[in-house]
């Protein structure tokens, strides 16, 4: 099996920002631009994405997603050696075009494609830190740019900032003085429609206050005070005195607003209003100038905000609107970091002065990371993936509960209502924002569970009156919820929401074992109906969802311990013990788990609500109708995901007491079977997410035949979620050589030449399974963290390895020695200590 490295990815501990204290992970150069774009925004608000070439690009602010939206919104440099009539040079404050840029049917469709740029840029990041190197021979400076969103763990709030920090640095290289203005333009864009029309009457007003300039405006144009896009923008420059400004441009014809600004500007680099006699002959752009004299060698730091505040944001729908609502036509429900501004420009107020904690706090969070011994590949996948959290596929309602799409489409949301078998896969939310998991939970346990325990696997909103809506149960999706309660409850110590949702959890067990159930039986084995991941039902047991419910076993056991519910707890370990027993006997085929297909025979056969029935002919073809012979399963398939819920167990200590000996060999054989090195000779009938050369894994692999004639839908495609899950099922079992391959291979096809490193994509961008990669910053030394035990267990792997649980974060430095391996928490910050335990050797 031949594997390969992360092209791009470099030591971070030998590689620090490119002329600042920012950390970096991986760098971008020349055609390794083209497709990055990193977001920038708070946890639930929106985000504008950081392009390669330095340009903001996508700006998602409007409560739903807005691919290639990039309205005319940039920085721009002057320089000149200040001696009177002396012409001076103005440049967009970003790297110039790509090739592929070039082609349009009417030349480029790049946003502000004829403007003068820097020749020559390189993207370095660790999200959420992303910063671009800027030089050009021509010119006697050269300039980083630097964005962020703040990313603090343990702190949402902080998290879910709707602004983005933009930082120049901008040095003399030449060997005479120079005169510099920087000018930051925004366009403004409220009242945005989905058709991308900008609404006429928007306009921003000048406010001084101390040492912040800012420009902000209300949305004049758009009189629907609930619509979507109604809200405010803010631009201002911190810090600086701003030189000059303008709250609108000229109105003119033939591209010449642009071209009125720019001779403006690039005459001695600053600006005067431009002459207008009423408000329809004036552009919604307003621009900042500040500027410095600059020695031979010296430089100058600048900083800017964009803020943003939309405040409704309106309920998805269980079933799609006609074009443009596509499930955004619901009542609105609100955005939780609304209630906490009042606009735009209060968001600036209440930020300016925490901007340097909110810095040192996330460099401390990303150091966590990069200080670490992971290697490099990982590294880049766990902070890179955590943009999801980012991205419009998440957000926060009124009342601070946190949703999710699967993912975005390119104007909306991909896959409603906090689907429970995608967010299986992520480790994420847990360890970076427990308080956001908490509010999972509760919509797991409280808004989607019905009297019987049937969890909906996709919520309803509003929550109070649809959240039970989706009528259909996923068995993987329940039984990993089970256990990501288990998880959010371990690594908080919460007893008292743990009390709270525990009848709840065991009513959800407990409907594994209804009449014709998924384990009717309660023998431990799913031989039942059961939904699943793949979007189709699986009739009888299969390695991946009795991955999930061994786990979910386990982790019901320990719970109902924890609460008093002795009795229920013995049931769990009862059935827990057989079903693994059957599991290993009946499913491990002396290489990997498969499954077992075992017809329902008839639609009464099947407990109601296990089952996906779609009204008026929607996706006739999910599922299958035949239920003696059924089409769409595994059967002996070599599933990349068949351990799934294993991994999670061991990320929580959890023993699924699956044969260890078994789980090793079958990750072994995910590896050797289901490893491609190359797509050239490939059928893939479906999605395509690796072609030519590239290396991967498929979702599963008939090595010795035995192919349904209509297998599930997705078994040729490579999923990332997936191939990180099986990553941290190697590195949890020791084999992290094989791991660092595994992820290498997807951050080598997320290189930004070809995608996007900042989106991996599976039904939609920004898609959640993803951030299972998020599961290999504990997983590499098989740390668990206990906040019921105040403890840190791990393998004594002698480095430096992340801790990440909410406001507990640090490092644990594992030393070997004659006398035996010794370890200790370094960096910690957090509440209460935690004792460190290594396991025996």
């Known amino acids: 099996m031949e594997m390969r490295p992360a092209s791009g990815t470099t030591n971070p501990r030998d590689d620090r920002a490119v002329a600042g204290s920012w950390p970096v992970v991986r760098r971008y150069r020349g055609g390794d631009l083209a497709r990055v774009a990193m977001p920038v925004g708070g946890v639930g608000t ?28 940039f920085f721009a440099l002057h320089v000149s050696d200040g001696a009177p009539g002396t012409p001076g040079t103005t440049r967009v404050l970003e790297a110039a075009l790509l090739e592929d840029e070039y082609a349009g049917g009417h030349g480029s469709r790049s946003a502000l494609h004829g403007l003068p740029r820097f020749r020559h840029g390189e993207f370095a990041a660790a999200y959420p830190f992303g910063q671009v190197r800027l030089t050009d021979p021509e010119l006697p400076v050269e300039a980083v740019v630097s964005v962020y969103n703040p990313l603090i763990p343990g702190d949402a709030d902080a998290s879910g900032l709707p602004l983005l920090v933009y930082r120049a640095r901008v040095r003399n290289t030449g060997d005479a003085p120079l005169e510099m203005s920087l000018c930051g333009s925004l366009q403004h864009v409220a009242g945005r429609r989905p058709t991308g029309d900008i609404p006429a009457g928007n306009r921003f007003e000048l406010f001084r206050e101390g040492d912040v300039t800012m420009l902000a405006g209300g949305c004049g144009g758009l009189k629907a005070r609930d619509d979507e896009a109604w809200g405010s923008l803010a631009l201002a420059a911190v810090g600086t005195p701003v030189t000059s400004h303008r709250r609108t441009w000229a109105k003119r014809s033939w591209g010449d607003s642009l071209l009125e600004f720019w001779d403006d500007f690039g005459e001695d680099g600053r600006l005067d209003e431009p002459a207008a006699p009423d408000e329809g002959a004036r552009v919604p752009t307003g621009s900042l100038v500040v500027g410095a004299s600059l020695p031979p060698g010296g430089e100058e730091e600048f900083t800017f905000l964009i803020t943003w505040h939309f405040p409704n944001r309106r309920a998805w729908t269980h079933r799609p609107a006609p074009a443009p609502v596509h499930g955004h036509g619901g009542p609105v429900v609100g955005n ?59 957000f926060r309602i009124a009342d601070g509960t946190f949703l999710a799409w699967e993912g975005t489409n390119e104007d909306h949301g991909s896959c409603h209502g906090s689907c429970t078998h995608v967010w299986n896969y992520q480790y994420a939310l847990e360890q970076l924002f427990p308080d956001l998991a908490w509010t999972m939970r509760e919509v797991e346990f409280v808004h989607s569970l019905d009297e019987r325990g049937m969890m909906s696997f996709r919520a309803g909103l509003p929550l109070a009156t649809e959240g039970t809506g989706w009528r259909t149960a996923a068995a993987d999706g329940q039984m990993g919820a089970l256990v990501r309660l288990f998880r959010t409850w371990q690594l908080t110590g919460r007893d008292d929401l743990l009390a709270r949702h525990w009848p709840a959890a065991r009513r959800a067990l407990e409907f594994a074992w209804i009449p014709l159930g998924w384990d009717a039986d309660r023998d431990g084995l799913m031989e039942g109906c059961q939904h699943s991941t793949s979007d189709v039902e699986y009739y009888g ?58 017809p329902a025979g008839s639609g009464d056969r099947i407990a109601e609500g296990l089952r996906i029935r779609y009204e008026d002919g929607e996706n006739p073809d999910v599922g299958s109708d035949d239920l003696v012979d059924p089409d ?97 099922g190697l590195a949890a079992h020791g084999e992290r050589e094989r791991a660092e391959h595994v992820v290498a291979d997807v951050r080598a096809r997320y290189s ?41 267990e791990l393998d004594p792997l002698p480095g430096r390895w992340p801790v990440i649980a909410g406001e507990l974060l ?10 035996g391996p010794t370890a200790r928490l370094v960096g910690a910050e957090g509440s209460e200590p935690f004792t460190v335990v290594l396991r025996p050797g």
């Open 632 to 728: 769409l399963q595994i059967g002996p398939g070599c599933m990349a995901d068949q351990l799934a819920g294993h991994a999670l167990a061991l990320s929580c200590g959890l023993d699924d007491r699956l044969d260890r000996a078994h789980t090793a060999t079958a990750l072994d054989s995910i590896v050797r079977h289901n490893h491609r090195a190359g797509f050239h000779g490939h059928m893939n009938h479906l999605r395509t997410y690796a072609l030519g050369d590239e290396h991967g894994l498929l979702n599963c692999a008939y090595p010795h035949g035995g192919r349904p004639e209509r297998p599930f839908p997705y078994c040729n495609e490579v999923w990332t979620g997936v191939e990180y899950t099986a990553a941290v």
């Open 46 to 73: 929106g985000c504008v994405s950081l392009g390669g070439r330095g340009q903001l690009r996508d700006w998602e602010l409007f409560n739903r997603p807005a691919k290639g939206f990039t309205p005319d919104t």
């Open 541 to 598: 047991p299969s390695g991946v969802n009795q991955s999930w419910y061994l786990a979910a076993l386990a982790a019901c056991a320990r719970m109902a311990e924890a609460v008093g519910d002795t009795a229920f707890a013995a049931t769990c370990a009862r059935v827990l013990r057989s079903g693994a027993a059957k599991t290993d006997a009946e499913l491990f085929n002396g290489e990997y788990y498969e499954h077992r297909v075992l």
């Open 336 to 394: 939780h970091y609304a209630g906490r501004f009042a606009d735009a420009a209060d968001v600036v107020r209440q930020a300016v002065p925490r901007l340097a904690e909110y810095e040192r706090r996330t460099r401390a969070y990303v150091e966590t990371v990069t200080g670490s011994d992971l290697p490099p590949s990982v590294q880049d996948a766990v902070l890179s993936n955590a943009a999801v959290l980012k991205s419009p596929t998440c």
């Open 752 to 792: 930004g030449r070809t995608r996007n490193p900042f989106d991996e994509v599976e039904c939609g961008h920004h898609y959640v399974r993803s951030m299972a990669s998020f599961g290999l910053a504990h997983a590499w030394p098989r740390t668990v963290v206990d906040a019921t035990a105040r403890t840190i």
């Open 810 to 819: 640090g490092l644990v430095e594992v030393t070997a020695r004659a006398d």
